[in-house]
């Protein structure tokens, strides 16, 4: 089992900055890759961004060059830093760990990014 508890939602206004961050715990150091996805209601979860383990990022278009994810050396917690805020970045933001044997996502409880004036 991985347990993923993530930190760091809020409300800002468009242009403004914040930084999500997901500890992971459990058995974290079987998982292959961590990321960010978002979802609004009535829409499907979008993968944001993903890291793995020795690789490079992986964005989604609309966030390049405004999102940055990080991973620490322990590569047990990452970070999503996201700069230049839209109001279309409006979401619960989850953090999720990949694993492959057996096949699995973890996923944490999420957290609310509003961003409006």
């Known amino acids: 089992q991985v347990q993923l508890v993530e930190s760091g939602g809020g409300l800002v206004q468009p242009g403004g900055s914040l930084k999500l961050s997901c500890l992971g715990s459990g058995k974290i150091a079987s998982a292959y890759a961590m990321g960010w996805y978002r979802q609004v209601p009535g829409k499907d979860r979008e993968r944001v961004a993903v890291i793995t383990r020795g690789g490079s990022p992986i964005y989604i278009d609309s966030v390049k060059g405004r999102f940055t994810i990080s991973i620490d050396d322990a590569k047990t917690t990452i970070a999503l830093q996201m700069n230049n805020l839209k109001p279309e970045d409006t979401a619960v933001y989850y953090c999720?760990?990949?694993?492959?044997?057996?096949?699995?996502?973890?996923w944490g409880q999420g957290t609310q990014v509003t961003v409006s004036s």
């Open positions: 999720t760990a990949k694993v492959l044997d057996p096949p699995y996502d973890f």
